[in-house]
């Protein structure tokens, strides 16, 4: 299967406008966002966990990075509540379940394959800095290595800032409203801007919260 696999072209996926698929796990379904492959695939997607599903245990063999957006997430290290950002690297294992019920946003088969850093960041309590070259925003990088840059950004009302993307970027907005052109994104909506695009975002009436990865499409398209 391929979804939006053409990185050269930048995609504007609404949350409701994505309709949930189920997925051959009981009680877990899914909304895509970009994918190649079946069910072993690059993978980008919002998950939902009924209450009690869990899926068998397994190894991820190209990594695991995701986001807690609702309810609580949990496997062998523990629970993990909105607002969790969690870097599983490949050959790392769990046995992912939710007792309550939860939803995230996850992005599998997207690692160095040489990375082993496991990483766990509450963002509800990450510490964030004034951007020195945007005024009005705020961030935290949450996980940085030669291949890319990821970041909670805090916008304030009614910004406009261009966002640079040699390597391409993705913005989930996790609280708030971003705009560019004609398309307005809220919570859940995903933006993904091809390497070498530059665009300009402007924060709504109440900012934005937004989750940020950059450079990490370049090695999509041979650049």
């Known amino acids: 299967m391929e979804l939006n696999a053409d990185f050269t072209q ?13 997925s051959p796990s009981a009680g877990v379904e899914r909304k895509m966002l970009d994918r190649i492959g079946d069910e072993v695939a690059r993978a980008t ?7 009690g599903s869990a899926f068998a245990p397994h190894t991820h063999e190209g990594g695991e990075e995701y986001i ?21 690297p490949p050959t790392s294992r769990h046995t992912p379940s939710s007792k ?8 599998l ?12 960041v509450d963002m509800n309590t990450a510490d964030t800095k004034p951007d020195p ?19 909670l950004e805090l916008w304030e009302p009614e910004l406009t800032h261009r ?13 708030g409203s971003v705009s560019h052109g004609d398309a307005t994104l809220g919570p859940r909506d995903w933006l993904r801007v091809a390497p070498g695009e530059t665009k300009k975002l402007t924060s709504g009436p109440d900012g934005a919260r937004l989750w940020v ?3 990490h499409l370049r090695q999509m398209i041979g650049a």
Do not use: C, M
Not at 71 to 87: H, I, K, L, S
Not at 109 to 120: A, I
């Open 45 to 51: 997607t919002i998950v939902r966990f009924a209450p």
């Open 109 to 120: 088969w997207q690692f160095d394959p040489e990375d082993r850093q496991h990483v766990r």
């Open 68 to 88: 807690v957006l609702e309810g609580v997430f949990q496997d062998e290290a523990g629970d993990f509540p909105v607002g969790t950002y969690v870097r599983n």
């Open 133 to 151: 070259k945007r005024s009005g925003v705020a961030s935290s990088t949450l996980f940085e290595d030669a291949h890319e840059h990821v970041a």
């Open 10 to 22: 930048t995609v504007t996926v609404l949350n409701a406008d994505n309709p949930w698929r189920q």
């Open 213 to 215: 990865k950059t450079g």
């Open 163 to 175: 966002i640079e993307t040699g390597g391409g970027a993705e913005i989930l907005v996790l609280e």
């Open 100 to 107: 309550p019920g939860a939803t995230i946003f996850v992005k």
